[in-house]
């Protein structure tokens, strides 16, 4: 999966979720202070992960995400992982 | 487990007038029911209608109850929950005095120390809530 098929797939539910125009979301911005999120709204975005791409977050995951690029790329790294465990 | 009765305090955290199930009738490692009598001197009564925080609360304390429940037969320590949102609440209709709720809550998910919760509340036939929980479970 590339990062424009996760971005695709996974920014209009961030627009839903978090009520922000879809403009905001450039691969360069802030993921914290677009989607504003606090505590409880990084749970919100990990049930939004987890039922869209199918694996598990864990705790501390998002610690060294600052743009939603570096997020695509945590997103994209997960999803290859569990392609190789799964082929292996 | 079926139609159980269990002295329901040493289940739950909350003491009178603060008690807002009687008895767990169904538990399961992800669901559980409770059943509660609505009383005319509940402190969330008002003209004989039980209020939407005591629905609310209903809900959270069946919650506690089946971690509680849970927590017991493993032999472990209870630990504190805290209610750290609510999403989607609707209340359809008020319980009356002499009404008996029968409230269910389905774990949907865990993330890191939430716990979120499907919680609905069916009195009879009637539908008198439902909403989504998130339980802050302290110590996880």
Same mark, same amino acid.
């Given at each position: 999966m590339t990062q424009i098929?996760?971005?695709?797939?996974i920014i209009p539910?961030?627009?839903?979720?978090?009520?922000?125009?879809?403009e905001l979301i450039v691969p360069e911005a802030n993921l914290r202070d677009t989607l504003q999120l606090d505590s409880l709204d990084y749970v919100d975005l990990v049930v939004v992960i987890e039922s869209n791409f199918g694996f598990k977050v864990k705790q501390g995951d998002?610690?060294?995400?600052?743009?939603?690029?570096?997020?695509?790329?945590?997103?994209?790294?997960?999803?290859?992982?569990?392609?190789?465990?799964?082929n292996n | 487990m079926n139609e159980t009765h269990l002295h329901i305090q040493e289940y739950i955290p909350q003491r009178p007038p603060i008690i807002m199930i009687d008895k767990i009738v169904d538990i399961s490692e992800s669901k559980v029911v409770c059943?509660?009598?609505?009383?005319r001197d509940n402190l969330f009564v008002a003209e004989g209608e039980l209020l939407e925080?005591?629905?609310?609360?209903?809900?959270?304390q069946t919650i506690a109850a089946g971690a509680g429940y849970r927590a017991k037969v493993k032999n472990e320590k209870v630990k504190l929950g805290y209610i750290a949102a609510i999403k989607n609440l609707n209340i359809h209709t008020l319980p009356s005095v002499g009404?008996?709720?029968? *409230?269910? !809550? %389905?774990?949907?998910?865990?993330?890191? =120390?939430? *716990?979120? !919760? %499907?919680?609905?509340?069916?009195?009879? =036939?009637?539908?008198?809530?439902?909403?989504?929980?998130r339980i802050y479970i302290e110590g996880n």
């Open positions: 098929e996760i971005a695709e797939k539910f961030l627009v839903e979720e978090f009520e922000i125009e879809r998002f610690q060294n995400l600052a743009t939603f690029e570096e997020f695509y790329t945590y997103v994209q790294g997960k999803i290859n992982n569990q392609e190789e465990v799964s | 059943e509660f009598q609505v009383k925080p005591g629905i609310i609360e209903n809900i959270a009404d008996v709720l029968s *409230t269910s !809550v %389905q774990i949907v998910n865990e993330v890191f =120390s939430v *716990t979120i !919760v %499907q919680g609905e509340v069916i009195c009879g =036939s009637r539908k008198i809530a439902d909403c989504e929980m």
